[in-house]
């Protein structure tokens, strides 16, 4: 599963998660939703981590955004390190405007301001979260980072990815690499090695 992997392995739409062993501290227990991957590199959103004492609401108060609904108090995200002023609202795939991009599994990217002011407005996707950053691969890193064991590559849900519980999403993800079922049983991050799982 973390071998060497092609551009087009598929991995758009699926879960990054980040390894128990992960060197970098700003990815630590995080969970990634890979939004473009190709020759030239690759996207994605930590849909696990907010910015601290930030909610939507206040977003929309600084950009003169009127008419916000209830649903504004939701946390802001922490999509990554990269363009951290720059925001992108990750949701569900009903709603599309001209630069939307398809994500996967019923998910899709917007960033335009427009989405915000449907978002206040009511006529906004029925899920959405607001990611201020985001995560970025060059050109081969984030192979190089698979074949490192870095990540463990989890099936993407919608679910998972609009939960409001951000501290246990990264142990729900790991727990998907059991597979599905009544029987899924717990992953233990004390057992997995940073060494195994090379191909």
């Avoid at 981590?49 to 939701?74: C, H, M, P, T």
């Avoid at 951000?166 to 690499?177: I, M």
Wanted: proline content about 5%; some cysteine.
């Amino acid at each position: 599963m973390t071998g060497s992997l092609s551009p087009a392995a598929g991995l758009v739409g699926r879960f990054l998660v980040a390894a128990p062993s992960m060197p970098d501290e700003r990815f630590r227990k995080s969970v990634i939703l890979l939004c473009q991957h190709d020759e030239d590199g690759a996207l994605g959103l930590i849909v696990n981590n907010s910015v601290d004492d930030l909610a939507l609401a206040q977003v929309f108060k600084q950009l003169g955004i009127e008419g916000a609904r209830a649903e504004s108090d939701r946390p802001v995200l922490f999509g990554g390190p990269v363009q951290t002023e720059r925001g992108m609202v990750l949701h569900s795939e009903e709603y599309r405007r001209d630069g939307t991009l398809p994500v996967a599994g019923g998910l899709a990217l917007t960033a335009s301001l427009e989405v915000l002011r449907d978002m206040a407005d009511g006529r906004g996707p029925a899920r959405a979260w607001l990611a201020l950053g985001h995560a970025g691969w060059g050109s081969g890193q984030l192979e190089r980072e698979l074949q490192d064991n870095a990540w463990l590559v989890v099936d993407g849900d919608p679910e998972l990815v609009f939960d409001g519980d951000l501290d246990g999403k990264w142990q729900r993800a790991l727990d998907r690499l059991g597979g599905g079922g009544p029987e899924r049983r717990s992953f233990d991050p004390a057992l997995y090695s940073h060494q195994s799982g090379r191909a």
